[in-house]
């Protein structure tokens, strides 16, 4: 991920390059909209008070219908002795991959102070990095939705070979990005959750069908196949860049607050956070979920279950923000699990 913040990081470094050092007064940079075509402001930089130049910095002005036609950039230098005390405008097309999409627009405002060749020389310039930063965002950004979209059929097809456990991902996501919020995590923080608890299963797609569906106690050398599944799935990602944020997920939600966990044995805080989030959403949807060896039970036992092992298998804040949420109702109000469920007496498994 991370692809508008460095978008953004670019821009405002060209826009500081114009206006700090090349001397201009304000500066925008308007993208298309992919939809509409439609200019939409993205960046404005530095003040201007005349109305012809704010028209100018939002596309409205006839030197950015020009520009925009002709595919080249505009300019104009005015006299001295200009009305309104605009000494100069220029408006550079951004162009990518033979199509416009976008402008970038700047100002001189001082009378005395006009843009001179070379000043807009390098203003050209500064618009055609401009013009590739955007372009190479929106090629990445379809890359990841492309990888999302390819990942996503993988782990729907994993589900598929197992057919107690169809709509966990989905609803492990919800749950997880509910309990995140109330933790204060950040946007971004939460974009890659919902890839991590997306993908937290992606191992067992080397696990044998017969152990994913046996309906009864796993053997000890199950089991040890079994719990290979986080190594797998951090393996099948860790040569894909924009997945890396989520490989803690993978690789640690069945780690154990107590240090009793797998694959590594880590303890407490030791645990990244995100395992840990992963570990107690995982389990209460194991708990109330239908599984090969039990009914799923009624959620007053997940929760009493998670409760009773806080601070041994689960993080005790974790439990702690979850059970409140319950309290509030706001589990129920998330639509993930129906209204009735058994009530039989359950043994998580992984």
């Known amino acids: 991920m ?74 104009e230098i005015r006299e001295i002795k200009s009305r309104n005390g605009i000494r100069s405008l220029a408006v550079f097309p951004l162009v990518a991959q033979g199509s416009v999409i976008g402008m970038m627009n700047v100002i ?15 203003l050209s310039i500064i618009a055609s990095k401009v013009a590739s930063a955007i372009e190479n965002n929106r ?16 782990a729907n097809a994993i589900e598929a070979r197992d057919r107690y456990t169809r709509g966990h991902t989905d609803r492990v996501t919800v749950l997880a990005n509910l309990i995140a919020t109330r933790l204060g995590w950040s946007e971004d923080k939460c974009v890659r959750l919902k890839m991590g608890c997306t993908l937290h299963d992606i191992g067992k797609i080397g696990i044998p069908d017969a152990i994913l569906n046996k309906p009864g106690r796993l053997s000890s050398e199950e089991r040890a196949q079994i719990e290979v599944h986080p190594i797998l799935g951090a393996k099948i990602l860790e040569g894909i860049d924009f997945l ?12 154990k607050y107590d240090g009793s966990g797998y694959p590594h044995g880590l303890k407490g805080d030791d645990i990244p956070q995100e395992g840990r989030l992963l570990a107690v959403v ?14 799923g039970v009624a959620p007053e036992e997940a929760i009493n279950e998670l409760i009773k092992f806080k601070g041994r298998q689960f993080d ?28 039989e007496p359950c043994e998580v498994n992984p």
Do not use: M
């Open 2 to 75: 991370g692809t508008a913040t460095t978008l953004d990081r670019a821009l405002n470094l060209a826009s500081e390059t114009a206006c700090s050092v090349i001397g201009v007064d304000a500066i925008s940079i308007l993208v298309h909209d992919r939809s509409s075509n439609v200019p939409v402001e993205y960046l404005v930089s530095g003040k201007v008070t005349n109305p012809a130049a704010k028209k100018l910095l939002k596309g409205e002005h006839e030197l950015c219908e020009k520009a925009l036609k002709n595919r080249e950039a505009v300019f």
């Open 108 to 122: 001189q405002e001082d009378r005395f102070n006009s843009l001179k060749t070379g000043q807009l020389h390098l």
């Open 139 to 154: 090629l990445s950004e379809h890359l990841q939705s492309s990888y999302l979209k390819a990942i996503k059929a993988l």
């Open 244 to 255: 890396k944020p989520a490989i803690p997920y993978i690789l640690y939600h069945h780690e």
């Open 282 to 295: 995982d389990t209460y949807d194991a708990i109330v979920s239908d599984r090969p060896y039990r009914k």
């Open 316 to 343: 005790p804040i974790i439990v702690e923000v979850l059970v409140k949420a319950w309290k509030e109702g706001l589990i129920d109000r998330l639509g993930i699990y129906p209204n009735e469920v058994t009530t």
